[in-house]
């Protein structure tokens, strides 16, 4: 069950329908839900969906026409997640969060594909949380990444090509500790299911969701991705490695995104990984 705190809305002719529900559990978690229009048919499948903000920024109604362009051009439900941001929260609230969304929309889907993704932190969130589903055995069709940042140190050459780029290292390292501490969290669930707070802690990748990654040439955080996707292959992961052009760090928020159009492209059921 979930408590519909708006009515469905359509943004134009054409745009998707989308409301705001809250997720029922011990930590509700508020969700903003975009559907395909009706005239496309069923959605293509159901894809949960983390903001990004640097784990302590952003909302999904600031992320809106970003979700909702999403919904539009893949022909997915997208369900926008509101997790509790850092550092009030810390690892792995916002996690579990995003884990809440995604066993609920597994719920709604009834057998359609089911994926998690997110831009910039929430892609972190997204990856560590298409971990915890591998450990619980639930099956997912995609992790879809926008250029998530992974090394908590920011220590690899891309970070460091340009001191003006965005984000700049020394400001992701502090957004880094708001998140997860100053050290490696071992955090784990009642269950025994470790709940990482980046990919880099899993010593294995194999048997997690294909991938799709994408993130822009300059991007400081480029390297990250490029590296996560050369582990994923050696674990034996299907992976799509987009690098659009003129792609930039938050560029889902741009009016014409280049990321969104390629993820939007990549998402559909015959190109998938």
């Known amino acids: 069950m979930s408590l519909a ?8 002719s054409g745009a998707p329908q989308w409301s705001r529900l809250v997720l029922p559990g011990p930590d509700p978690v508020p969700v903003q839900i975009y559907r395909p229009a009706p005239a496309d048919g069923p ?19 600031e992320w809106h026409h970003a979700t909702a362009t999403l919904a539009e051009r893949s022909g997915w439900t997208v369900i926008s997640v509101d997790y509790r941001l850092a550092p009030r929260n810390r690892h792995p609230r916002a996690v579990h969060d995003v884990l809440t969304a995604l066993y609920w929309t597994a719920g709604q889907a009834a057998g359609a594909p089911l994926a998690v993704g997110g831009d910039s932190a929430g ?16 099956p997912l069709t995609a992790q879809v990444l926008a250029y998530p940042p992974l090394d908590p140190t920011c220590s690899s050459a891309s970070y460091h090509r340009s001191p003006q780029a965005f984000p700049q290292a020394a400001l992701l390292r502090q957004a880094w500790r708001a998140w997860r ?6 955090t784990y669930d009642e269950d025994g299911t470790r709940v990482y707070s980046t990919p880099w802690e899993a010593p294995s990748l194999a048997g997690l969701a294909p991938a799709v990654l994408a993130v822009g040439a300059h991007d400081p955080v480029r390297d990250d991705v490029d590296a996560y996707a050369r582990r994923l292959r050696l674990d034996g992961v299907p992976v799509r490695l987009l690098h659009p052009p003129g792609a930039v760090h938050g560029d889902v928020l741009r009016q014409n995104s280049p990321v969104l159009d390629h993820i939007a492209r990549a998402i559909s059921r015959k190109d998938l990984p």
Request: net charge positive.
């Open 5 to 12: 705190i708006s009515t469905p809305t359509r943004g134009g």
């Open 181 to 186: 501490g100053d050290g490696e969290p071992a």
């Open 123 to 138: 892609g972190t969130l997204a990856a560590c949380a298409a971990l915890v589903a591998r450990e619980r055995g639930l």
């Open 43 to 61: 959605p293509a499948g159901f894809l949960v969906w983390a903001h990004g903000g640097s784990w302590r920024h952003g909302s999904a109604a």
